[in-house]
């Protein structure tokens, strides 16, 4: 994967959009707006043949897989120059990870609550950040700060089942698609890129568009199949 | 030895490539044409999930019948395999029939045997919302802890404790006819032969054995916080079997409560007849000895994780009864082990270890029934990939009996699973 790619979850991409928004706008910027329609049939990972349970295994929440990320490949260089640290969250909630997918810029501080009445123990191999978070109780709550570009997996060493994306992005174009798959990227400087869309762990499409220099908007929907 | 193997068409050697490939296939299918999955491959709308377990081990241990004086046979289980120099090959299944019904099974090879059905039950929650579960076939071991966590990397070590794997001197389809018959088979638990019963030489059977499941019904009952278990099967601890060998069947139950999130606590009791009856019958009993061949254990297990750290416990008590000995014979076992995760990926695990026999007293001597044994292992884990360990470990085994009383051995092992 490009190193250019990281945006936020959700509900924290409106409040990171937002606060983009409301910083200085560069003359001329625009919108790059669509939506992003996953027709991929994914199945998640479940957990392994409960063979030696005594019993049926407690059931977990399901995994909205229709989540997705859509970044620019490339950003202008004072993109990368004024990143602001910031927090975000990923909780722990029925044996799921929520959101299944979270976008932050690099920098970014990601909470790692436990609300659920069991241990989870979060960590991640690979990646820009290897770490392993440990075994906390219900109401707890650790914390891993991100300081490189990159995709982390993320798992639970305890539920098999669990797992997680996390895209670090070194510049702030970027976001994460909503419920209705719709998204927003906001104070795009004028200029020819390339438009990433991202989803379940590799880019499934991309295009070349052009944000013209009259504070236009560019829509741009995807289909991933 | 109740082995069940299965008809296979393949030839014996081929047999468990054949199940890997097979699963190859299946999850190169499944996967994206990127990657090889990393869990277990869902089929039929995720009705069907199918899982593998595959791992190799070798060790410096070179244990070799044409060379008694050299070998300890520390590790040898009750398929005449050693723990630490093995290749299995498992592939589990789970098929969703309903929302209440499943039907679990295990098909597992070692060591290129033909493969052989380790677990094969369905699982049935007669009631939506209360957590009951009823169990039949070939089902997961009731008693204890450890047996049910030989999956992925439950084991954190390549060795089993003992109370699980050491096969003492006693055997289901033979049996000593004096008590100095017995005692001369201290520490020889892996080629034990009595005058009463089968008349070759076969190995013996551990407390509890880990490798193979008895066939029965169980029953589990309770939340996650306080379950109670209980099951009927066929055989015993020692020795489970897919068909009965005598009128007895066994009872076991256990209860598991977790005060708190990160403890567990267990404790269980088993209580079944361990004897086949042409065993029984091939004996003349003393005076008073009736015919009694009940194997009797209590255990009690715990487990407690915080951080980095895993802490886990086990103690069995093990009583079997012998008609042809005046006293009963018994066995206890402790061990402890701990796991600390080092750095993302890596971490250091240690077991020690024990298991004891009691003392049997004849006309010429006094000794423990089995040769007491001590044993320490250590060692290192390492991920390659979420679900691709490596893992390496020293172990030190004593023994108070046999021609190898002392034996120190390094261990590698690769395991994969999904």
């Not at chain 1, 409960?50 to 995994?63: A, C, N």
């Amino acid at each position: 994967m490009p190193s250019a790619l990281w945006p936020l979850p959700s509900a924290l991409a409106l409040v990171a959009l937002a606060a983009v928004v409301s910083g200085q706008t560069p003359p001329g910027a625009g919108i790059i707006r669509g939506r992003v329609d996953v027709r991929r049939v994914l199945t998640p990972v479940e957990r392994r043949p409960s063979i030696s349970e005594l019993g049926t295994p407690v059931p977990h929440d399901p995994i909205d897989f229709t989540r997705s990320v859509v970044y620019l490949e490339s950003a202008p260089a004072a993109a990368f120059a004024d990143l602001e640290p910031q927090r975000a969250r990923m909780d722990q909630r029925n044996a799921t990870f929520v959101p299944h997918v979270l976008a932050i810029t690099v920098g970014t501080t990601v909470d790692f609550p436990n609300n659920d009445h069991t241990y989870h123990n979060v960590f991640s191999l690979r990646g820009p950040k290897p770490f392993d978070l440990g075994r906390y109780a219900a109401g707890k709550s650790r914390s891993v700060r991100f300081d490189r570009p990159g995709i982390v997996r993320v798992f639970c060493e305890i539920h098999s089942h669990m797992s997680a994306f996390i895209l670090v992005f070194s510049h702030r174009y970027f976001a994460v698609t909503g419920s209705d798959g719709r998204y927003q990227i906001g104070r795009v400087p004028p200029g020819r890129y390339t438009l990433m869309a991202w989803n379940e762990g590799s880019v499934r499409e991309s295009r070349p568009i052009l944000v013209p220099e009259d504070q236009g908007i560019v829509e741009a929907d995807f289909t991933l199949r | 030895m109740d082995i069940v193997h299965i008809r296979a068409s393949v030839p014996r050697r081929a047999a468990p490539l054949m199940i890997f490939l097979g699963v190859c296939v299946i999850a190169a299918r499944a996967a994206s044409a990127q990657e090889l999955p990393s869990g277990p491959i869902s089929l039929a709308g995720g009705r069907v999930m199918v899982g593998a377990d595959v791992s190799f081990s070798t060790s410096t241990e070179k244990d070799d019948a044409a060379k008694p004086a050299e070998s300890g046979w520390f590790n040898y289980t009750d398929y005449e395999h050693s723990t630490m120099r093995l290749a299995r090959m498992g592939v589990t299944a789970d098929v969703r029939i309903t929302d209440r019904v499943s039907f679990l099974a295990e098909m597992r090879s070692e060591n290129g045997d033909a493969p052989r059905p380790y677990a094969l039950f369905v699982r049935v929650r007669p009631f939506k919302q209360r957590p009951i579960d009823i169990q039949a076939g070939r089902i997961p071991p009731t008693f204890g802890a450890f047996s049910r966590r030989i999956y992925g990397d439950g084991n954190p070590l390549i060795g089993y404790p003992l109370a699980y794997q050491y096969l003492t001197s006693l055997r289901a389809d033979a049996i000593p006819a004096d008590a100095d018959e017995l005692l001369r088979m201290r520490g020889r638990g892996w080629r034990a032969s009595y005058r009463v019963g089968a008349q070759t030489a076969a190995p013996g059977m551990p407390l509890i054995t880990a490798f193979r499941w008895d066939t029965g019904v169980q029953a589990r009952i309770g939340p996650e916080r306080l379950t109670a278990s209980v099951a009927v099967t066929n055989g015993t601890l020692s020795d489970p079997r897919t068909k009965d060998t005598n009128d007895g069947k066994q009872v076991t139950g256990r209860l598991q409560w977790r005060p708190t999130i990160g403890l567990v606590l267990g404790g269980s009791a088993a209580r079944g007849s361990y004897l086949a009856d042409s065993t029984l019958a091939a004996m003349s009993l003393p005076a008073g000895a009736g015919g009694r061949s009940a194997q009797r254990a209590v255990g009690v297990d715990a487990e407690y994780s915080r951080d980095h750290w895993l802490v886990r416990g086990e103690a069995v008590r093990n009583r079997w009864e012998m008609p042809t000995l005046i006293s009963s014979i018994n066995a206890s076992s402790v061990f402890v082990e701990g796991t600390y995760k080092i750095r993302p990926g890596l971490f250091a695990a240690a077991r020690i270890d024990t298991l004891r026999f009691n003392r049997l007293t004849t006309p010429t001597q006094s000794r423990t029934w089995d040769a007491p044994i001590t044993r320490f292992e250590t060692g290192v884990g390492y991920y390659v990939q979420r679900n691709l360990l490596a893992k390496g470990t020293y172990q030190y085994n004593r023994r108070d009996g046999g021609l190898v009383r002392r034996r120190s051995l390094v261990a590698v092992q690769l395991q994969f699973w999904l």
